[in-house]
Nanobody, 121 residues
Framework: VQLQASGGGLVQAGGSPRLSCAAS????????MGWFRQAPGKEREFVAAIRWNNGRTTYTDSVKGRFTISRDNAKNTVYLQMNSLKPEDTAVYYC???????????????WGQGTQVTVSS
């Protein structure tokens, strides 16, 4: 099983990058696909998740209205569209897959390698 995250980089405040997570190695139809992030000196936190089979989405409060998680079934890829970025969004972003659960790291069975997003003010 492999989750390959990409799309990070250096972005100005207010920018709108899109992260991608390409999933391979098994069927994820019953899984939740999530994005987490870890800022320097902080614990990794939940950002957003989407259930692969029905598309139901969940967001942490700090990104609601700015970030959108989506999936492309044909490409087996999950996206995180990030808008109106703020310096406090700077973090390493990880994608992950959970057979059951949504919010907690321990619920996730598979993890990608992370992609750095740095927001300059």
């Amino acid at each position: 099983v492999q989750l390959q995250a990409s799309g990070g980089g250096l972005v100005q405040a207010g920018g709108s990058p899109r992260l991608s997570c390409a999933a391979s190695g098994r069927a994820f139809s019953g899984y939740a696909m999530g994005w987490f992030r870890q800022a320097p000196g902080k614990e990794r936190e939940f950002v957003a998740a989407i259930r692969w089979n029905n598309g139901r989405t969940t967001y942490t409060d700090s990104v609601k209205g700015r970030f959108t998680i989506s999936r492309d079934n044909a490409k087996n890829t999950v996206y995180l569209q990030m808008n109106s970025l703020k310096p406090e969004d700077t973090a390493v972003y990880y994608c992950a897959a959970a057979q059951s659960g949504t919010y907690y790291q321990y619920e996730y069975d598979y993890w990608g390698q992370g992609t750095q997003v740095t927001v300059s003010s």
